[in-house]
């Protein structure tokens, strides 16, 4: 990705917790720019609320990300109900 986006790491993250939210962030931005693996996609998702559990806390996440880059965590992993292999988004 050449795009670069400042995202809001917490002072308490280990260099693992940084990596997950990432992995994240690099597989929603994928899900737009060619499509992404459901299940990575999801596993991904998974290893993000590990690291942010706080729901209030997610969503402050996701507003900061779709600030940047136009895109929904929420949103895209809405997506993951409607397909059993590959999520993609045809703008």
């Given at each position: ?5 400042q995202?809001?790491i ?82």
């Open positions: 990705m050449t795009e670069q986006y995202l809001p917490d002072g308490n993250w280990n260099q693992d917790d940084i990596i997950a939210v990432s992995n994240l962030v690099d597989a929603v931005l994928q899900v737009y720019e060619g499509g992404c693996d459901r299940d990575f996609l999801i596993g991904a998702h998974q290893r993000f609320c590990n690291v942010i559990p706080s729901k209030s806390e997610q969503k402050a996440f996701d507003r900061d990300f779709e600030q940047q880059t136009g895109r929904s965590i929420y949103q895209t992993m809405k997506l993951t109900q409607g397909t059993n292999k590959r999520v993609l988004v045809n703008e």
